[in-house]
């Protein structure tokens, strides 16, 4: 089961540690999605070919592609540079869907009142950023995470870096999340 918590902006922190706000404050997969429309799910990451959740989401969803990758020193060219750039906060024009194989890392996500919640991925989880979600990802001290990576289409990794209000995807996300004050 997942993870999430309200984060801290302390950026002289590890980007790879918890990071709790004191004292800490969890988040439910229900206000996850509510303040997000983040969606979980569960899956039998040694079983994923035959148990058929996958599968089933992946039709639902139109997911048409996918593909794997390994997080971690020994396996990432340009390794320092990469995590460098997945921390930099970004939106993509579509979902970003992620099912953890092995290991562990970290989504952060802004909420509906442009907070960061922190979200613990590990074996088994799977996720799934909407469209136009200003979010950032890194590794916790494991410093490692193998994932399947799902598109729609043709697979599209253009991160945009905010700011970037203006940007359909986010105009769209912004609809049906609006920021609170």
Not at 6 to 14: C, F, K, L, S, T
Not at 34 to 56: H, P, W
Not at 107 to 126: A, E, T, Y
Request: glycine share 4%; hydrophobic share 35%.
């Amino acid at each position: 089961m997942v993870n999430a918590w309200y984060m801290n902006d302390n950026d002289a922190e590890d980007q790879r540690s918890e990071r709790h706000l004191s004292p800490k404050e969890f988040v439910s997969l229900d206000e996850l999605k509510q303040k997000t429309g983040v969606l979980y799910f569960e899956i039998d990451a040694d079983n994923y070919e035959t148990e058929g959740k996958l599968s089933k989401i992946r039709t639902d969803r139109g997911y048409t592609y996918s593909d794997q990758l390994e997080v971690s020193p020994k396996t990432l060219d340009n390794y320092l540079a990469k995590i460098k750039s997945f921390f930099t906060e970004h939106i993509h024009s579509d979902e970003e869907i992620r099912f953890i194989l092995n290991g562990s890392g970290y989504f952060d996500v802004r909420d509906n009142r442009d907070k960061w919640i922190r979200i613990l991925v590990q074996k088994g989880d799977l996720l799934i950023l909407p469209a136009g979600i200003y979010h950032r990802f890194t590794l916790d001290h494991n410093d490692y995470i193998k994932v399947i990576r799902l598109f729609v289409g043709e697979p599209v990794w253009t991160p945009i870096n905010r700011p970037a209000d203006e940007h359909p995807a986010r105009v769209d996300f912004l609809k049906q999340y609006p920021i609170e004050a």
